[in-house]
């Protein structure tokens, strides 16, 4: 997927960048950059993009994003109000692959960190077994000076590196394009879809938003995804349902049109298309 490339501010006095925020809304945007990113949600919720990826992000997830691999966090309507009564609480690290020296990731003993560097490009949930780690590690490197923080950051990737299974977030298949000149295009269709992709999606006002016909916005749209709409809108909708169907507080039924589907037939088929069971299995064999 094609996206607006995004310069970070450098700083001079560290190798790496770590920062904590309350503003959702500098996340707010579809762009990739040189740097990984460590992104910890201590607090907040809402719908990442990242590469082919959509899925729901919740208060405690840490997710490590590639090099220039594109990313989109559009955080719940609750988190951007002024007032908010519960603001977001979000740490983020940025560093490059090679921020500590080619020779150093070059070396034998950190093979493993070169891997995780070359996996990270499909994007990376943590477990919860990592997460409880490296989120108190992201918080000493906060609060960290000299050479503590590349220790701590150290720390991290080890941990992330050890796992058996990592949770990689976008297909085998997807391939990083870069630089878009319609990036804007691609940021408005993202918001869009993300606000509304539980309701009926309105092709024309969709392409409207982009000042561009619905056939051609249907090709462009397809060209930079590698999938339609209406198959975009069906996996969207059905890791909906997944995560609705994990947290076991509503029936089958509800879970169908909470998640975009506007009858059962479609979404019991749609559902056991993707996943290879139907939605009650899938939610039995989860609890």
Known sequence: MKAQLLHLNSNLEYSFSARRDNT????????????????????????????????????????LVGSNLPHY???????????????????????KENFWGNE???????????????????????????????????????NAANTLRIIHLLAILLCISEEEQPDLLTSPTFSIQLQDPDANRMQIAMQYIGENYRDQIRLEELAS??????????????SQIGKTLFQFLIEMRVKTACNLLLENKHTVKQICFEA????????????????????????????
């Open 24 to 63: 959702p809304q500098y996340h707010n945007r579809w762009h990739y950059h040189e740097e990984l990113e460590l992104i910890y949600f201590a607090k907040g919720s809402g719908t990442q993009f990242i590469g082919d990826s959509v899925r729901r992000f919740e208060s405690g997830d840490i997710t």
């Open 73 to 95: 966090w559009l955080f719940d309507e609750m988190y951007l109000q002024e007032d908010a009564l519960e603001p977001a609480d979000i740490r983020v690290l940025h560093f």
């Open 104 to 142: 150093f990731i070059n070396l034998p003993e950190n093979k493993n960190i070169k891997d995780l560097m070359r996996l990270s490009k499909r994007g990376i949930s943590l477990s919860e077994a990592s997460r409880s780690k490296s989120a108190e590690l992201i918080d000493r490197i906060l």
């Open 209 to 222: 938003l982009t000042g561009m016909t619905p056939n051609s916005f249907c090709r462009y749209f397809k």
């Open 260 to 287: 975009g589907f506007q009858n059962f037939s479609s979404f019991h088929k749609y559902f056991k298309n993707l996943t290879g069971t139907t939605p009650l299995n899938f939610q039995r064999s989860k609890t």
